[in-house]
């Protein structure tokens, strides 16, 4: 990994959590459209930060470590800012919030285990961000007047719940399974 921590990459990803406030603020004044178009802009970046650091080698520690912080942040805030305001039921966003805070969790109780950690995320919790942060472009869109998703907002709710629940059920087993490997190996090497 190159560690030339200014670059092309790090730098959009900058500026993805720059825009985290701008959204919330843009939310909080119900301006729907600039909102759904800022968070859509910022989600797109997700890809292109990661695809431009592969493509120019210039991945780094502090590259991921910024873009899970810029991942977490627009959507949790922006989930629970349209959960208060009404547009997102109570039951997907704790859905949402439980299955992070498993993955938190783990992560860090492995870390404690192990002494180290290594994360690595499944194809099911990629699925996850899509749908979390589809789901939050969609209902902006929505609010914005740009979409009408009368007929299918309920179908996306589950569909996020059950993708949500399904995936925070898969990083226990992960998480679960590593901390027997790593007790077993520690049994057989005393």
Request: hydrophobic content about 60%; some cysteine.
């Amino acid at each position: 990994m190159s560690e030339r921590v200014l670059n092309l990459p790090n730098v959009i990803t900058l500026l993805r959590i720059a825009a985290v406030p701008v959204v919330a603020w843009l939310i909080l004044q119900q301006h729907w459209e600039a909102a759904c178009w800022l968070f859509l802009a910022a989600a797109v970046t997700d890809g292109i930060d990661g695809l431009l650091a592969r493509w120019l080698n210039q991945m780094t520690q502090l590259g991921a470590a910024l873009d899970t912080v810029a991942d977490k942040a627009l959507g949790v805030i922006t989930l629970v800012m349209l959960t208060q305001a009404g547009t997102i039921p109570l039951w997907v966003t704790l859905a949402i919030l439980l299955r992070d805070s498993i993955i938190v969790l783990g992560a860090l109780s492995y870390r404690g285990l192990a002494g180290h950690i290594e994360i690595h995320p499944t194809w099911l919790g990629k699925a996850h961000m899509f749908a979390e942060f589809a789901l939050l472009t969609l209902v902006l869109a929505g609010l914005a007047e740009l979409l009408d998703l009368t007929d299918w907002l309920q179908l996306l709710f589950v569909s996020v719940f059950v993708i949500a629940v399904v995936s925070g059920m898969q990083y226990v087993w992960i998480w679960t399974a590593k901390a027997r490997r790593e007790r077993l190996a520690a049994r057989l090497t005393r």
